[in-house]
């Protein structure tokens, strides 16, 4: 079992470009009503896994919705496992051997993939996919089953993205989570990981 070790959560690295914020505001507004023990408690129940990278700066590869939930709620710090060090790779080494691994995601908040270089260096500068957040929803409602296929959110968000209009998604999200669990049932998504064959 890897060992659980902590860090300031201001100081992790993103390894993705998007965040869905609706999603980040209920972490949040749940973890600012815990008192200070149950926060550290409910962080060290869900360690972020790290790589650890050139310079010895520390890559969150999943939990990015919670570490920035976390930071917005002045939580300083987080917990975290190391999956892998490759501190000692080269900064262009390091991103090769991370998308091999399947342990960053640049695409950006229309689905385009972007150079490494467009990766947010801090959780704050992560931006907003609200595709990302309506495939949270469908996932919480049993529209899909959570998987640990990496970044499989993302991948059900691009689907949502390509079948609920962004004005019906920003005019009422509720109703766009209604819309999206529907489609997240039709055959078509019987190919993204996590799909519920009923």
């Not at 640049?106 to 990302?132: T, W």
């Not at 019906?168 to 999206?180: C, E, H, I, L, Y």
Request: aromatic content about 8%; hydrophobic content about 40%.
């Amino acid at each position: 079992m890897p060992t659980l070790q902590t860090a300031i959560i201001d100081h992790l690295r993103p390894t993705q470009l998007t965040i869905g914020k609706i999603e980040v505001d209920e972490k949040r507004k749940k973890l600012a009503a815990l008192t200070a023990k149950d926060q550290v408690k409910f962080l060290q129940d869900h360690p972020m896994p790290v790589v650890v990278g050139p310079e010895q700066a520390l890559y969150i590869t999943d939990h990015h919705h919670l570490a920035r939930a976390a930071l917005e709620a002045k939580v300083t710090t987080g917990c975290f496992v190391v999956e892998a060090d490759l501190s000692k790779l080269s900064l262009e080494d390091f991103w090769e051997d991370m998308d091999k691994n399947l342990w960053v995601h640049p695409l950006d908040e229309n689905g385009v993939r972007r150079r490494y270089a467009s990766i947010p260096r801090h959780l704050k500068d992560l931006v907003d996919d609200v595709y990302r957040s309506l495939a949270g929803y469908v996932r919480d409602a049993g529209g899909y089953e959570k998987t640990k296929t990496a970044f499989a959110e993302f991948i059900w968000a691009d689907y949502f993205r390509r079948n609920v209009a962004i004005e019906d998604v920003r005019a009422n999200f509720g109703d766009a989570v209604k819309v999206a669990l529907r489609l997240a049932r039709s055959p078509h998504a019987k190919g993204i990981p996590g799909f519920i064959d009923k």
